[in-house]
């Protein structure tokens, strides 16, 4: 990808991530993630985050198609980010499931892959096509008996193939990572998590900092989960630089050197939500909102299994 301004630089000293993306989960009615795309690439963003969980990345690959197909914005021009679901940990499966992404998405590489959960299924087919987990009687996936080393040496091994430039996690505590840069030959490029004012991660961002990681923001607006966009401290910094509570919380995020990957269809807020280049938060805006932090957690791995992997 050529470099464009707004990025920050991954520890492989070459590649740069965008530092705003689009974030694609649960474009549930169909076209509604495709156009979302279409918008955010037209109007500047160059970082897309999906995962093969979303179900949505044929939907997504017919979009970018059409784009490049306009001339305008060529493929090397964006930084596309997917992940392998927990289904998909085993050592013969990882490439598999990465060479799937990449038959939706209708790309050759991906730019960014991302182990999307500490944690490993059995996968409910014998041949490993899908990603559905085998579950229990309970309706409970299965763990399976796989290390995250088995997968991360496999997520090392795509890189050699040329399927993906760079490869990091997602959802992994400082406990993870130590273990992981125990034995990893190429170190996560990022950890994305769930960050925002009331869930501002201290301590991650501290002991990824020092090891080279950048992390990207999920869910920055809390999932409009949580009364962030009505906080009033958020509202009058807001008011201050004549922007909206998003915006605010984009650039404290980006400020502090964090990704992030805001999701939404609708055209005007995908568009609103980009416009975060033109100002600058003071020493005191970024204290205040970092006072804000009540370790408010919207997303848990709840709605997939009952494992309390925060707790
Ligand atoms: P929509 O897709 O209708 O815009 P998060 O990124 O924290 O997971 O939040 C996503 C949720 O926030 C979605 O429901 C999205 O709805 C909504 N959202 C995205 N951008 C904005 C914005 N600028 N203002 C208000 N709500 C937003």
Redesign the pocket.
Known sequence: MSQPQNTFKLNDGVHHIPMIGL?TYNGSKVGEVGNAVKVALKSGYRHIDGAAIYMNEKEIGHALKEVFAEGEIKREDIFYVSKLWNSCHHASLVRKHCEKTLEDLGLEYLDLYLIHWPIAFENADPSGVTIQPLKDDNGEPILAPISIRETWQEMEKLVEYGLVKSIGVSNFNVQNLVDLLTYAKIKPAINQVEV?PYLSQPNLKYFCDRNGIILTA???????KCDL?SNETLKSIADKHNK?V?NVIFKWLNQRGIVTI?????PA?II??FNIFDFQLSNEDMNNINSLNSNLRTCTPANFCKIPLFD
Do not use: I
């Not at 805001?262 to 609708?266: D, I, T, V």
């Open positions: 974030g925002h999920y869910s920055p607006l809390g999932q409009g966009l909206t998003a805001p999701k939404s269809s609708n807020r609103e939500n």
